[in-house]
């Protein structure tokens, strides 16, 4: 294998195949001056990769105009919407293909505010055109998870883009108004149980709902952009009550009305057996944090064709 070109430099990019024969990210070939001369292949390996993950991670860094000071829970989301259309069925949809590049799944009301996470990876593609968007948008998802000091999120790339015709129908991702039955039917579609349900859920001590995007309002947690189990502590601890407002119903916490639960949150603690996880959480962060990554590397790989015993990685963190 060899360098990958220098932006800027006399090397074309010429074409790229599929992962399959690699089992890892792209196979590139590199023409020195268009088709003549001896093609060069790039095969990027773990140091290719963390160089895109240290990208990604001093980017966080220098952009802290954002929102509550870091892109993190919208690059989480993103990661979260790209894997969570999959259907076990079907085997369509999940982070294979990056499809919401498109309409009309970029208009997929779910999916409102995710342009602010993609446009944030751009120049990042435009760095290491090699790696696709797919493999980006998830690495994005690692690597906010980690510097927003989470667990350590076992990664491996090998997802294809794909073009609008991959695009999933609407409402393949839950409905915050909606209760227990039908964030189970949501989720058990993905193959996830119950434990692993209220376990994806913690990502919600994560980031704020927006009114201009999804019409909800306020962060969950006082510290949203640090991965803790404040989320089930808060769930379980505090007096949730409805937000007297004109905008979709949604929980505000009585002391300080500056937290917010929505209704499909408020599920975990009404439900018994979605309950019984919370609390397990809300007394153990390292239980928390273990089964966090568990599942969300399953999340992240579902309906994914990696190549046989292809591994995983795991990145070193930058600023974490
Ligand atoms: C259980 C069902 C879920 C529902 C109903 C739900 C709903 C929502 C809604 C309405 C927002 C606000 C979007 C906005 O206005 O910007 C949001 C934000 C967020 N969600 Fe979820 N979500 C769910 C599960 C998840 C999962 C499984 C993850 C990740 C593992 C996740 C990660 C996030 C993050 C990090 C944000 C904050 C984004 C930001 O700050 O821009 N959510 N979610």
Not at 52 to 67: Q, T
Not at 124 to 149: H, N, R
Not at 275 to 304: C, H, M, P, R, T
Not at 305 to 317: D, G, H, I, L
Request: proline content about 5%; overall charge negative.
């Amino acid at each position: 294998s060899s360098e990958p070109a220098k932006s800027g430099g006399s090397n074309i990019w010429a074409w790229a195949i599929g992962a399959g024969a690699l089992g890892a990210g792209g196979l590139w070939y590199l023409n020195q001056d268009g088709a003549s001369a001896t093609p060069k292949v790039f095969a990027p390996k773990f140091d290719d990769y963390q160089a895109v993950y240290n990208e990604i991670a001093s980017r966080l860094e220098e952009k802290d105009d954002y929102d509550d000071g870091s892109y993190g829970p919208v690059l989480v989301r993103l990661a979260w919407h790209a894997s969570g259309t999959y259907d076990k069925e079907t085997g369509t949809g999940g982070s294979n293909g990056a499809t919401m590049r498109f309409a009309p799944e970029s208009d997929h009301g779910a999916n409102a505010g995710l342009k602010a996470a993609r446009d944030f990876l751009e120049p990042v593609k435009a760095k290491f055109p090699w790696i696709t968007y797919s493999d980006l948008w998830i690495l994005g998802g690692v690597c906010a998870i980690q510097e927003m000091l989470g667990p350590q999120i076992p990664y491996r790339p090998g997802r294809q883009d794909r073009d609008a015709a991959g695009c999933t129908p609407d409402g393949r991702l839950p409905d915050a108004s909606q209760a227990q039955d039908h964030l189970r039917n949501i989720f058990y579609r993905m193959g996830f149980n119950d434990q692993e349900i209220v376990a994806l859920s913690g990502a919600h001590a994560l980031g704020r709902c927006h009114a201009d995007r999804s019409g909800f309002d306020g962060p969950w947690t006082f510290s949203p952009t640090v991965l803790t189990n404040d989320y089930y502590k808060l769930l379980l601890d505090e007096k949730w009550q409805w937000k007297k407002w004109n905008g979709p119903k949604q929980y505000e916490d009585k002391k300080t009305k500056s937290l917010m639960m929505l209704p499909a949150d408020m599920a975990l603690i009404q439900d018994k057996k979605f309950k019984q996880w919370v609390e397990k959480y809300a007394a153990d962060n390292e239980l928390f944090f273990k089964d966090f990554s568990n599942v969300i590397v399953k999340l992240f790989e579902l309906g994914v064709p990696f190549a046989e015993n292809s591994e995983r990685w795991v990145f070193k963190t930058v600023n974490a």
